[in-house]
């Protein structure tokens, strides 16, 4: 497998339940980012994670709980959503802390909350 | 804070021009970037322009930046079915990745 790799795909859960998704970087990247993408608004930073370290939190609920155990691997821990948190949510990558201003993404995770 | 705003939608018939159009307020902004997600995908990188330039081309496409006005422009010349997707118009004061600031993203829908 090559570049960033989400799942799951798609994700339908009620506001109590608990649920992961999990995001896979085969580039050698040491930063990983979570992206919240809602129609029509912009693009949402949510976490940002650099040598496993978590660098940047936007001031994200936390009903949302990031986990980064190594520098290939990303999940976001999902509990007592609310039905507003229902949006295509992104994994990206970069090197160092990608000073081209390139992020290399996954397909993205579909959530449902119902 | 920065903020970026695009057009939602656009539509244009295959083999015209695309022009999508994307306006900023950091007036730091060095760096400016257009993404590009096709259906079921995430984004990538299409191209991108150091605030110091004023265009850039790269084979069908064409960047303009006007830093007076702020305004952000990529230009697809002959547009195919292919170039469906959603583009999206991103800036970072030092171009370093976590301080992009996207855009809500413009629709391209691309009619025979």
């Known amino acids: 497998e090559t570049g960033v790799t989400q799942t799951p795909r798609h994700l339908v859960m009620g506001m109590t339940n608990k649920k992961s998704l999990k995001c896979e970087q085969h580039?050698?990247?040491?930063?990983m980012y979570w992206y919240k993408q809602s129609a029509k608004k912009p693009l949402e930073l949510m976490f940002v994670?650099?040598?496993?370290?978590?660098?940047e939190n936007n001031s994200v609920p936390s009903r949302f709980s990031p986990e980064c155990p190594n520098s290939s691997h990303l999940f976001l821990h999902l509990h007592t959503l609310q039905p507003e948190d229902s949006a295509l949510y992104l994994c990206?990558?970069?090197?160092?802390?990608?000073?081209?201003?390139?992020?290399?993404f996954g397909e993205g995770s579909r959530l449902t909350v119902l | 804070g920065e903020d970026v705003e695009q057009s939602l939608f656009l539509s244009v018939r295959e083999g015209d021009s695309s022009v999508i159009n994307c306006t900023y307020t950091?007036?730091?902004?060095?760096?400016l970037y257009w993404y590009k997600q096709e259906p079921g995908a995430g984004l990538q990188l299409l191209t991108y322009?150091?605030?110091?330039?004023d265009m850039k081309q790269d084979q069908r496409l064409t960047v303009l930046l006007n830093k007076k006005d702020k305004h952000l422009s990529l230009r697809i010349a002959d547009t195919q079915t292919g170039d469906s997707a959603i583009y999206f118009c991103?800036?970072?004061?030092?171009?370093?990745?976590?301080?992009?600031?996207f855009g809500t993203g413009t629709r391209l829908q691309v009619t025979l």
């Open positions: 991103a800036e970072a004061p030092s171009g370093t990745a976590s301080k992009l600031t």
């Open positions: 950091d007036s730091s902004s060095t760096y």
């Open positions: 580039l050698g990247h040491n930063a």
């Open positions: 994670y650099n040598f496993k370290e978590q660098t």
């Open positions: 990206a990558s970069t090197s160092g802390t990608g000073e081209s201003g390139e992020l290399f």
């Open positions: 322009i150091f605030s110091n330039m």
